[in-house]
């Protein structure tokens, strides 16, 4: 039950008509998926619980008797179909810490191909991969033979319109997940997707360390979004430097290939290039360039370019991405002087 109008005593007689969850307006989105992975979770492991509410949601992490995701080993065999280094290392990281094995295809043609070989429990499907799309790359998995043609397919979508939503659907996919991919709502979705129970996994002590300072400089923290910056510094740890410092390098490749195709005029070049520094981007939290990459490839997509607007667009994003690789190179030299 969703209501704008709660009143004292209303989910108690919520729970006596049969509602498994009550929640009023406004809420935040993770309240409604902690709730909803709480509700999911119980029942699979067959557990009667009381009326969930938000106040049941903000206290379930520190109560062992609670019933969620967060140290549940999953243990499952997933594909990850994903062309950008940046969400292969981020989506493969966020698996093993649910105890995963995770094997990796690079664009929707080795996707089809390891379907078929091997097992695996679900497959992460990135929309919009090189040789064959996400999309084409589902609807051929459904015309398999036997079993392999109902795997459990998640849609990796940087896009949440309803639009493309319904595409995926059409196209065979389970369910979508939008990027940048946040481990509460993986969590969830293999919750979901994966029927899992805990009498058929161990739970394990997963890292509850605090978030860490998001290590913003003050005079550029508004280059990044300091909740995703501080969840990517969490999840990566010690490499974080590493692979922030590739980010920027396979960046100014995208940068120099969006700059030739504009000045060819070849949009479509444009269009691919500028996906995945969209997509590696909002995974990092450089919100910024993500929403000028996302102007650029909706531009360089549709009927009518304007080769003048895109240029001037094109100019913003380098001058973006370079205080993104300012940003880096700060936070980095000063944890080393520290």
Known sequence: MITSFGQRGEAKEM???GFAGYLTR????????????????AKRERKRIPLVTRHTVSRSASLEQSVTTENIAFGAHILVAEDNRINQMMVTQMLEMMDCKV???GNGKEAIEMVRQFDYDLVLMDCMMPEVSGYEATRTIRKLDGEKRNINIIALTANALQGDRQKCLEAGMSD???KPVKKPELQAMLAKWLAYSSSEAE???????????SGLPANLADVMDRQVWSGFLELVGDQAAGVLHKHCGIARGY???IHAALDAKNYKAVADAVHPLKSSSQQIGA?????LAARIEEMCRGSAPNPFVLQ?????LEQQQKLVEKLINQTFAERKTA
């Open 255 to 257: 940068l120099r290939a």
């Open 26 to 41: 406004p809420f935040h989105r993770p309240a409604l998926i902690d709730m909803i992975t709480l509700l999911l979770t």
């Open 15 to 17: 729970e006596a008509i």
């Open 176 to 178: 979508y997940l939008s």
């Open 312 to 316: 001037d667009l094109a100019r913003n």
């Open 103 to 105: 094997d990796i295809a």
């Open 203 to 213: 739970r394990k002590n997963m890292d509850t360390r605090p978030a860490p300072e």
């Open 287 to 291: 919100l910024e360039v993500a929403r």
